[in-house]
Nanobody
Framework: QVQLVESGGGLVQPGGSLRLSCAVSGNSISMYTMAWFRQAREKQREFVAMFTSGGYRNYADSVKGRFTISRDNAKNTVYLQMNSLKPEDTAVYYC????????WGQGTQVTVAS
């Protein structure tokens, strides 16, 4: 059973930074495409960033230049470094793993406010 656990969320002021982590258990992530999504209140879940097993990375236009996705296959963990945060980045952030099937974490809340 593959399980994903996100951590690192919290309250941060506009312009600040946070680093989210997604720890995966139950299987090695080396062959997985890993991604981050987010869902703001009363909005649909949206794509944020992805990192394939082959090393390809892609970002939503809204976060390009501010967010960086990385992965440590040895630690079975994926990260999302978020810089220059804006109030519109406020959302629950979810980690997703895909290799044939897809798996989701429970999410971690990020709130950007002064």
């Amino acid at each position: 059973q593959v399980q994903l656990v996100e951590s690192g969320g919290g309250l941060v002021q506009p312009g600040g930074s946070l680093r989210l982590s997604c720890a995966v258990s139950g299987n090695s992530i080396s062959m997985y495409t890993m991604a981050w999504f987010r869902q703001a209140r009363e909005k649909q879940r949206e794509f944020v960033a992805m990192f394939t097993s082959g090393g390809y990375r892609n970002y939503a236009d809204s976060v390009k230049g501010r967010f960086t996705i990385s992965r440590d296959n040895a630690k079975n963990t994926v990260y999302l470094q978020m810089n220059s945060l804006k109030p519109e980045d406020t959302a629950v952030y979810y980690c997703k793993a895909v290799y044939g099937r897809e798996y989701w974490g429970q999410g971690t809340q990020v709130t950007v406010a002064s």
